[in-house]
């Protein structure tokens, strides 16, 4: 059974950053697609990063240039590193897992992420 946990989750000031974490198991990790969602107060849950397991990356318009998923194969590690952060990230944070090129089909239980101006 796939397990994802996330981690890293906190409060911050604008202009900070925070370091998100999702450990994996239950699958082969390097053959895993994996990203970070987020769902916002009062908002449906959004895109914000993938990375394929070929390393391919893609982000949503709202955090390009400020965050950075990166995966970790030998630790089954999904990072969301967020720079610059501004009050509207504030959200609860999804980690997830999917085999490769068909989707996302695990969630993490979520990791709370607020952004104070």
């Known amino acids: 059974q796939v397990q994802l946990v996330e981690a890293g989750g906190g409060l911050v000031q604008a202009g900070g950053s925070l370091r998100l974490s999702c450990a994996a198991s239950g699958r082969t990790f390097s053959s895993t697609d994996m990203g970070w969602f987020r769902q916002g107060p009062g908002k449906e849950r959004e895109f914000v990063a993938s990375i394929r397991w070929s390393g391919h990356t893609a982000y949503a318009d709202s955090v390009k240039g400020r965050f950075t998923i990166s995966r970790d194969d030998f630790k089954n590690t999904v990072y969301l590193q967020m720079n610059s952060l501004k009050p509207e990230d504030t959200a609860v944070y999804y980690c997830?897992?999917?085999?490769?090129?068909?989707?996302?089909?695990?969630w993490g239980q979520g990791t709370q992420v607020t952004v104070s101006s």
């Open positions: 997830a897992s999917g085999p490769r090129g068909v989707g996302f089909d695990y």
